[in-house]
């Protein structure tokens, strides 16, 4: 049992629930302003900070990520194959059967693994991960016989709009207790509320002062739920009462309050993100509105809050497309599809057949990592807005570079980003290793174009879920093509993301307009949930000691990715 603070108010003498308590006229609760959800100081940096936050060890947060990432591949998996019933439920009962959800006991306070921020884009996982145990009901407790206060306790709530008597201004907020709504979608009751079950646990919960975890849900359309759920982290329950509630009947009102020293509200990144998107002009420092020049379909905006005399990134030239050597003869696919519209049916569909029958992406994400991935091609009849040209549609996400305290500059996005998510190409000049060796010291946006260590980011395996291995895998061997690409000169937004020792982004080799095996192009693609604001990064790949100067002798680069596991060198 996870050991407890002391209450604020102790005493020798168990303590009975306080009798209700009248609402107070002279408290007013106002809900979140504009020009307080403008403010974006600190909004940032909480959610770049946020990887280093999370309760309990980092072998906690290995156990929470994987269990999303299988969680959220399984579900792909189950919607690809067309399984009749709720996917995302049925992904979750098949994880546990097989044992893998993880903080299975309910506990009071934090949850190891878990960081403040942390999104969902389905209730059901935060099941899996133990943050909050019921899919529908607002209110999680602890039975009397599992806590060490012998009565039923309130753990963790979920707001999510659901009654017209909430109010919410972010660090803190009245609850509505739960019962007698009619759940019409008109949130109003139609029935008085009792204190019992969740409502009894709440106001036990302000009897002996435990700390309530809160996480918050709003309507988001790019989510695959269409709602988006984010970790706010852990509030008191100062004071509870009984009042006639807007319908007439009573309900019990419960005031919560955050505890100090906690991260930045996830859920109030959430909103000024979505603020953003409606109203550029909100975001500050910004030094160049966008770096593109119009070449990219959203803008991408450089933001400097950084330095004393704020100016953009160095000049270099944008480009959307890979640039060839002059006198290079990039050939041209030799075949395609005959699908018509869109590509589905794979014992008819030649690119589908490619990638071993079966279709890489399912609704506009790929589940895991391949060596090689097989996208429809200028010879294919099948539409432009075919599922299998994903990454063809260019950039689509809002992003930004934004200068770093001490790693240069960075990207991220303005909006949550869903697991498996297709998100930029790696751009530049087309050389050879050879030339790229010539080029030592002036390496730093050299991509060394290799598919088999792509291929390595597959977190966890879930062909145990299936029958028959889900493989994905080509026949094809595939060898080192002795390719990179220099973006120093030329590139896209892709130059400016960093590495990370615990990325959360993986890069994905695809053929679609040749299959020249030395030069794929080079996709990036979410490898687990995003948060807005949150710093994209990937693994360079680099290898301890492998990294040479001209002399021959080894050179060493210091990583300055923050991540918990980091192996404090880049080579």
């Known amino acids: 049992m996870t050991a407890l603070p002391l209450p604020r108010h102790s005493g020798e003498e168990a303590i009975k629930v306080q009798p209700l308590k009248e609402a107070d006229p002279n408290v007013c609760v106002a809900e979140l302003s504009d020009s307080e959800d403008d403010d974006a100081d600190g909004l940032f940096t909480a959610a ?14 290995i156990k929470v990520t994987n269990a999303l990432s299988a969680y959220e591949k399984l579900r792909i998996c189950y919607v690809r194959d067309k399984v009749t019933g709720d996917c995302s439920q049925k992904a979750a009962a098949a994880l546990k059967e097989k044992n893998m959800w993880v903080n299975r006991a309910k506990r009071i306070g ?4 878990v960081e403040v921020g942390d999104i969902f884009f389905f209730r059901i996982a935060m099941c899996i991960v133990g943050l909050h145990r019921q899919t529908q009901a607002g209110i999680d407790t602890i039975r009397p016989n599992e806590n060490k206060f012998g009565e039923l306790i309130a753990c963790s709530l979920v707001l999510s709009g659901g009654y017209e008597d909430d109010v919410d201004s972010g660090e803190t907020f009245t609850y509505t207790g739960q019962g007698g709504n009619a759940y019409h979608g008109d949130k109003r009751q139609y029935r008085d509320q009792e204190l019992v079950k969740g409502n009894l646990g709440l106001a036990n919960s302000c009897k002996y002062d435990v700390p309530v975890r809160v996480t918050r849900g709003c309507l988001d359309s790019k989510s695959p739920s269409g709602k988006i759920y984010s970790y ?27 505890d100090p020293g906690q991260l930045e509200l996830g859920s109030r990144i959430v909103k000024f993100s979505g603020k953003l998107q409606a109203k550029m002009e909100a975001r500050k420092a910004v030094v160049c509105e966008d770096i593109s020049g119009g070449r990219e379909r959203v803008p991408i905006c450089a933001v400097n809050d950084v330095d004393a005399a704020p100016g953009p990134p160095p000049p270099f030239t944008y480009i959307t497309k890979t640039i060839f050597p002059p006198g290079f003869l990039q050939p041209s696919y030799p075949t395609g599809c005959r699908c018509v519209g869109r590509c589905g049916d794979s014992a008819s569909c030649l690119c589908i057949g490619k990638n071993s029958n079966k279709m890489p992406y399912t609704d506009g994400a790929l589940y895991e990592s391949k060596t090689i991935l097989y996208e429809c091609g200028p010879m294919c009849r099948c539409a432009a807005s075919c599922p299998l040209r994903l990454s063809q549609q260019g950039q689509t996400r809002k992003l930004e570079v934004f200068k770093t305290e001490n790693r240069g500059w960075g990207v991220r996005s303005w909006e949550a980003i869903p ?3 297709f998100i930029c190409e790696y751009v530049g000049e087309l050389i050879s290793n050879e030339e790229a060796e010539r080029r030592v010291g002036q390496d730093e946006y050299i ?30 061997v ?38 020249d095996m030395a030069y794929p192009h080079v996709m990036m693609f979410a490898m687990k949930n995003i948060r807005p604001f949150e710093e994209l990064s990937y693994d360079y790949g680099y290898e301890i000691d492998s990294v040479r100067d001209s002399d021959g002798k080894i050179k060493k680069k210091r990583c300055y990715c923050g991540a918990r596991r980091c192996k404090k060198r880049l080579y």
């Open 419 to 421: 697991f498996g998510s």
């Open 48 to 61: 770049a900070a946020a990887p280093d936050t999370a309760s309990g060890s980092s072998d906690d947060r």
């Open 232 to 258: 706010d982290g852990l509030y008191r329950v100062t004071h509870f009462w009984a009042e006639t509630g807007m319908s007439g009947f009573r309900v019990f009102k419960y005031s919560l309050e955050r």
């Open 447 to 476: 991509f060394d174009i290799d598919c088999i260590k792509g291929s390595r980011s597959r977190g966890v395996d879930i062909s145990s879920f299936f029958e028959e291995k889900d493989g994905g895998e080509i026949c094809e």
């Open 478 to 515: 595939v060898e080192d093509g002795h390719m990179s690409i220099d973006a120093g000169s030329c590139g896209n937004v892709s130059r400016f993301i960093n590495h990370s020792c615990d990325p959360n982004m993986f890069v994905q080799c695809v053929f679609n307009d040749h299959n």
């Open 110 to 113: 934090p949850v190891p693994g």
